[in-house]
């Protein structure tokens, strides 16, 4: 029934290092390709936030004979995309390219590889763009209230910190932080390359080589994560907003690992709880009580445990109401578990999702990146479906009951305080902050 | 560029337009919807009617009790969405393939016999405002957009908000609900793309078996653009609370099926795509005056805005941000393009459209708004010759009669200012 398989990859290693794998792809003439660079928000140094992003995004900012404006040309010239961020533990950088350009897509991902300018003046640029984009980001409520979130969740820990990083730290940032950076993590030892694509595979293996055997190692090993530490007890902060018209609402702490062995039943377990929009948190929330737009309960797994959250957002009046109606949702699933009917729908909604997901060839390319980023046995996608079916109503209670924290929950709220503070006083103490 | 794609088109008897592709490489189908219907149809006093209707949509109809619609699909192995635009509304489900005929059966029986209750109405219209608070009210670029639309119209029907007035949605009733329903959600003002791993002939007779017997109706009212011609620039402010204060210029364009549409769509892609693309390269890379900036031309039945959008960065004045801006366009009207620029602009709308046809859903959307938009799928074809066939002249004779001051819509947004407590419903 599941039957879902990757494509074949081709792999080789480098003697510098770095793993590619290259698949097939013939439905359309594009190649994908991603690059994992083991180094992200976590290893930025402390008060420099924000690094590892900046780097990210300096990479393309020329690279090799090309300055930044000529490389922008010639990648938009043929309709190309290049780009990179990063996230908490690695940095992605992926292009996309027409098949018929594939030899320019090359040359510019190895020179921004291994070849990328890093001038003053694009440092600088770079600097008063993402403190321009933070000031932005404050007119987000939903964002700033994840930020904050994060931020409270992961006290004093590396993935304390939005990868974008804060003002004081951006505003920190040197030339020499960046290049000391890119020496230290934009290095092949530990990197991934995963191409996905209308060429032959064997083929493309050569020519990737080819182009990044001048990738030099860099030696060091990228700084460890520490386990975080869970919260003593539930927290209610409220961000105060003085003109919000509606609050949004972040519930949740301490996630999983990629590498949890329980991934998978808390995957599902999850998507019973808050994942389609059959789940209780949309159903009971939503549809029922109209109380939001949109709920959710989402889990990122990263190296170490990532972030649990309930995310939702309703109108000021009825900000205490969801906040109850939800934690006593959660409650109630720690205590109960799921029911088979419930089982049986999430197990076909994943299996579903799965396939409509893995059509496009950087969604192929992302499965195997994630495969080798995380040491995961590399027939694990052809085999997750059936693990998916496998799981249990016990392993879901079990999970649920574990898994799941509300009594520890960090519960922020992002709005208008002069209305709502009094109401959520009644939930307990609430520590206010400004935006 | 895949001018082979196997695509066959059907009208049942009672007029539903029915478009199938076979594509076997995922096993998965795509079941689209288009009706021909969006806030264009709409009235004032109703406004929000298609969006707030859109909702209502997944409330239950005669064979399937409320909630069974998400339950049935999400078991399929799928997800189901709705949307909805100024020129209409689609609903698209992606199941397992072999599930398909319960979305049939799905589709038609809310196509048949909807639930319109009391209840149903007064939830979605409580969730749908929610929605309006979070992409409107507390959303500077959404306000500012629906501010400069509202100013730039005078009688188009895309002069309201597609989400609705907030007054309107509180007035919208069982009746209206009603008649709308029977008018615009009748098969023959219906069109049902299929695309993914299923027999084309099997998927026709699904379709005739259980779409058959719905009635056609008579046909809507027809939509007129009544929109006077512009003589004269119109400016706007806009007091919210705001980090950055922003402007929007809106210059009264074309329709997508007129000749200098293909044009227009050129200088967008020169305007915005890409990090060298001429406002980017000017706002931000070289004279470092703005946190973002963007244009677009979204594709309409009736002429639309081609809009221009910027964000000041702090400490710069937005009225220099607003004349480098118009500076940009004022540029590509003197002639300014290159031949290269034309080139890149064309090689871009190109990857692009590429790109889209990625997965099921992304070949079902483009087949079907070409239908809609044109009564033609095999447009989707013709759109990239259309753009190919765009000339320098062209490009400066089109940005010449489009960016006339004369015809444009400045909104400003200016921080700072706390509005009033809105009252609240309880």
Known sequence: ?435 | MMTNLPIQRHILANGLTLLILPEHTAPTVCYLTYFRVGSRNERPGITGISHLFEHMMFNGSAKFAPREFDRLVESSGGSSNGSTWYDYTNYVEEVSSENLETVVDLESDRMRSLLITPGNLEQERSIVKEERRLRTDNSTEGKLFEVLTSNAFVASAYRWPIVGWEPDLNAIGLQDCQDYFRTYYAPNNALVVIVGDVMAERALKLMERYFADLPAQAPPRAVVDAEPEQRGEKRVIHRMAAELPAVMAGYKAVAFRHDDYAALDVIRSILSDGESSRLYRTLIYEKQIAAETSAFFPPTLDAGLFVLHAQAKEGIAIEQVESEMHGVVERIAAGEVTERELRKAKNQIRASAIRELKDNAGKADRIAFHELMTGDYRQMFHTLERAEKVSLEDVARVASRCFQPDRRTVATLVPGERPEPEAEES
């Open chain 1, 1 to 435: 029934m599941s039957g879902f398989r990757l494509p074949e990859f081709a792999s080789r290693r480098l003697p510098n290092g770095a793993r590619l794998y290259a698949a097939e792809y013939h439905a359309l003439p594009l190649v994908d390709i991603e690059v994992i660079l083991p180094a992200g928000g976590s290893s930025d140094p402390l008060g420099r936030e924000g690094l590892a992003d900046m780097v990210a995004g300096l990479l393309h900012k020329g690279a090799g004979a090309r300055p930044a404006r000529e490389l922008a040309e010639a990648m938009d010239f043929v309709g190309g995309s290049l780009g990179a961020a990063a996230d908490q533990d690695g940095t992605r950088v992926t292009a996309e390219f027409l098949a018929q350009d594939l030899d320019l897509c090359l040359e510019l991902l190895s020179d921004v590889l291994i070849r990328p300018g890093l001038a003053e003046e694009e440092v600088e640029r770079a600097r008063a763009e993402t403190l321009a984009e933070l000031q932005a980001a404050r007119e987000n409520p939903g964002l700033m209230a994840s930020r904050r979130f994060v931020e409270r969740i992961y006290p004093d820990h590396p993935y304390g910190h939005a990868t974008a990083g804060r003002e004081a730290s951006v505003a920190a940032i040197t030339r020499e932080d960046v290049l000391a950076f890119y020496r230290s993590t934009a290095v092949p030892d530990r990197s991934i390359v995963v191409a996905v694509g209308d060429f032959d595979a064997a083929g493309m293996l050569d020519r990737m080589a080819q182009r990044l055997a001048p990738w030099e190692r860099g030696g060091g090993a990228p700084r460890a994560v520490p386990p975080p530490r869970p919260a003593a007890a539930r927290r209610i902060v409220l961000v105060d907003k003085p003109d919000a018209t509606q609050s949004q609402i972040r519930i949740g702490g301490l996630g999983m690992k990629r590498t949890d062995k329980d991934f998978v039943p808390i995957h599902v377990a999850n998507t019973i709880l808050g994942g389609g929009f059959t789940s209780r948190l949309v159903q009971e929330v939503r549809v029922k009580r109209g109380l939001t737009y949109g709920i959710s309960s989402r889990l990122y797994p990263l190296v170490e445990q990532g972030p649990f959250l309930v995310s939702t957002f309703t109108k000021n009046a009825t900000t205490r109401e969801t906040i109850e109606v939800t934690l006593g949702l959660i409650d109630a699933w720690r205590r109960e578990g799921a029911t088979a009917d419930e089982l049986d729908k999430a197990k076909r909604y994943i299996r579903g999702k799965f396939a409509v997901g893995h059509q496009a060839p950087e969604a192929l390319a992302d499965a195997m990146g994630e495969i080798a980023f995380y040491d995961l046995p590399e027939d694990y996608y052809n085999n997750y479906l059936d693990w998916i079916d496998a799981v249990t109503l016990d392993d879901v209670r079990r999970v649920a009951a574990l898994r799941f924290p509300s009594d520890q929950a960090v519960i922020l709220v992002l709005g208008r305080a002069s209305e709502i503070l009094k109401d959520l006083e009644t939930l307990g103490p609430v520590t206010v902050e400004a935006l």
